[in-house]
């Protein structure tokens, strides 16, 4: 490394530490080992972890970033259930700056709880636990939720594979960055509500949270997959009702898999299922699974909430090494879990430092 970029560096290190404060940037590879490494894959190094506390601050951040040509990569839980948000090795040409998004974690209900309005690190739990008292739920309740994912997470990878009414995550109502064709970064406000017309004047009336009902626009754009029933059904079509990268769910943020910065998504939320039951069906006979699912989606009234499957492999590991998880969610409850899957991560990272894990990992 040259010696002006090190004091490059160097001085843009001290404009993010102007920016969010000394506290909330992290330098030391040692500190940062947590956020640079995925819960399951993906690991590499990073310049630095920065953690803004609003959204202006996020768009000042960024700015920063982009004018020194850094490669931002945006963070929520850092779950690892897409390696998206850890670098993947460390052949970059260029730096990497690892933008924590753990403390925007507001969440603003509208219509009475029929949407809401999510920010970069609100979590699926949060959200569900602050619609249950009006008996909806968020696109998600299962599986994410249960180790803090994020809303935004989901909406970015058209997440909820399993899930047969509501379909892949997706809206067309958010609130993003992009960089132009000339290299600049620009808001763009989508989210059907008037914020004002600066970056500061939007993202200040955001972090306020001075949104009045009269500045919320119903124009007929969609907060969910409307049309995901029509195509699951339609068992006889020469294309899968769902697939990655799927054109039609593209829209801005949804499905952006990070090429955006999302600093706001409008959602609709769902009435909650009454008087659920969970059906395990087991076989040893693939065909079998497909004539159910067949026969479900083209003749069930009510199609199920939704479906997995789960081959032999994975029952036996899970029933061997999932008995600890199983037991903390069933006796301390789904809200621990995020903190201690955040605690497994930390301890992980410690632990990479001493030698006898070291030798015994390599073993």
Not at 11 to 16: A, S, Y
Not at 161 to 176: D, I
Not at 214 to 236: M, S
């Amino acid at each position: 490394m040259s010696s002006i970029t090190m004091i490059d560096n160097k001085t843009f290190l001290n404009e993010l530490a102007r920016l969010v404060g000394h506290s909330h940037l992290l330098t030391d590879p040692a500190k940062t080992a947590r956020y640079r490494k995925g819960f399951r894959s993906g690991q590499g190094d990073a310049l630095a972890v920065v953690f803004p506390g609003s959204l202006l601050e996020l768009w000042r951040v960024l700015n920063a970033c982009v004018n020194a040509d850094k490669i931002i990569l945006m963070q929520a839980a850092n779950t690892g259930l897409t390696e998206g948000s850890t670098p993947n090795g460390n052949d970059y040409d260029r730096d990497i700056v690892i933008i924590s998004t753990q403390r925007l974690d507001k969440l603003h209900l509208l219509d009475n709880g029929q949407q809401v309005l999510a920010w970069p690190g609100t979590t699926l739990y949060a959200l569900e636990k602050a619609l249950k008292p009006l008996g909806r739920e968020p696109h998600s309740v299962i599986g994410s939720s249960c180790i803090g994912a994020s809303v935004i997470g989901g909406i970015c990878n058209n997440s909820g594979g399993s899930l047969v009414q509501r379909g892949p995550a997706y809206t067309e109502m958010s609130l993003f960055a992009r960089i132009d064709e000339q290299g600049k970064l620009q808001l763009v406000n989508h989210l059907g509500i008037d914020l004002g017309h600066t970056p500061e004047q939007i993202l200040s009336k955001l972090d306020d949270e001075r949104i009045k009902d009269e500045d919320v626009r119903h124009d007929g754009r969609h907060a969910h997959d409307h049309d995901y029933v029509t195509r699951v059904r339609d068992i006889n079509a020469d294309t899968p009702a769902r697939y990655n990268a799927d054109p039609d769910r593209l829209f801005e943020s949804s499905g952006c898999a990070g090429k955006l910065a999302v600093f706001a998504v409008r959602l609709d939320t769902f009435a909650a299922e009454k008087n659920q039951q969970v059906f395990y069906i087991g076989t040893n006979q693939p065909a079998v699974l497909t004539e159910i699912r067949r026969h479900i989606l083209a003749n069930f009234d009510n199609l199920p909430v939704a479906g997995e499957y789960m081959h032999r492999d994975i029952y036996d590991i899970a029933e061997q090494y999932g008995k600890d998880t199983f037991l903390m969610i069933d006796k301390l409850g789904t809200d621990k879990m995020p903190f201690f899957f955040t605690l497994k991560g930390r301890t992980d990272a410690m632990l990479e430092k001493v030698k006898f894990f070291i030798l015994k990992r390599q073993a």
